[in-house]
T-cell receptor, first 112, second 113 residues
C-alpha cells in the first residue's frame, strides 16, 4: 500500500456517460497529480493541484475537470465519455512539488 | 518542449545477466530525474531519483543510475537481474517549479529464470 488511495479500482461505463474518480493523497502531502496511462499515449500528465489550487495543466481534455477539496482529496471528472478515454488513471501525491511522487494503484476505466 | 526518450521498448534477459536501460531527456533549466518501476497489475513505484550532487545514484532493489549531463542521459543499471525484476520501467524528468513529470514511453523488462 503506497498510502495514496484511489477509488474505484475498476469502472465500466457507456459512451456519453460521466464518471468521477477519487483520490486521497498520502497523509501530509499537499500536491495531487493526475495522469492517464494508455497503450498508445503512455503516461500523460493531466493536472496538478496544490493545497486546493490548480497549479498546472497538461494534456487534459475540456471534457475532463478536476478539483482538490479542503481535506486534500481530489476528484477527476470525465464527461461525454468516448471509447478512446478507456485507460488507467493514476493519481499521485507529494509533499513538495518536483521531488518525485507516490502513485496510487489507479482506476481502470473501460468505456463501452 | 520537455521530452524523455527510452531507447528500448522490450528487453529480454536471463537471470544473472546485467541490465542497462537507456534514457535521454530534453529539458530546459534545472532537471530532476527519476526511474519508476511498474510490476504487472501494480502502481508505479519510485526506484531512484537524482536532484544534484553525485551523478551515480543508488536506489532500491540493487538498481543504480548514472546522470551524464553532457549526454543528457540517465541510464538505469543493475549488475545481476532476477526473475522478480520482470516489470515495466519508466524514466521521468521534472523541474522544481510545479512538479509535473514527463515520462518516457517505458521499457518492458522480461527476465527468464
Amino acid at each position: 500500500d503506497s498510502g495514496v488511495t484511489q477509488t474505484p479500482k475498476h469502472l465500466i461505463t457507456a459512451t456519453g456517460q460521466r464518471v468521477t474518480l477519487r483520490c486521497s493523497p498520502r497523509s501530509g502531502d499537499l500536491s495531487v497529480y493526475w495522469y492517464q496511462q494508455s497503450l498508445d499515449q503512455g503516461l500523460q500528465f493531466l493536472i496538478h493541484y496544490y493545497n486546493g489550487e490548480e497549479r498546472a495543466k497538461g494534456n487534459i481534455l475540456e471534457r475532463f475537470s478536476a478539483q482538490q477539496f479542503p481535506d486534500l482529496h481530489s476528484e477527476l471528472n470525465l464527461s461525454s465519455l468516448e471509447l478512446g478515454d478507456s485507460a488507467l488513471y493514476f493519481c499521485a501525491s507529494s509533499v513538495v512539488s518536483g521531488v518525485g511522487y507516490t502513485f496510487g494503484s489507479g482506476t481502470r476505466l473501460t468505456v463501452v | 518542449a520537455q521530452s524523455v526518450s527510452q531507447h528500448n521498448h522490450h528487453v529480454i534477459l536471463s537471470e544473472a545477466a546485467s541490465l542497462e536501460l537507456g534514457c535521454n531527456y530534453s529539458y530546459g533549466g534545472t532537471v530532476n530525474l527519476f526511474w519508476y518501476v511498474q510490476y504487472p497489475g501494480q502502481h508505479l513505484q519510485l526506484l531512484l531519483k537524482y536532484f544534484s550532487g553525485d551523478p551515480l545514484v543508488k536506489g532500491i532493489k540493487g538498481f543504480e543510475a548514472e546522470f551524464i549531463k553532457s549526454k543528457f542521459s540517465f541510464n538505469l543499471r543493475k549488475p545481476s537481474v532476477q526473475w522478480s525484476d520482470t516489470a515495466e520501467y519508466f524514466c521521468a524528468a521534472g523541474g522544481t517549479s510545479y512538479g509535473k513529470l514527463t515520462f518516457g514511453q517505458g521499457t518492458i523488462l522480461t527476465v527468464h529464470p
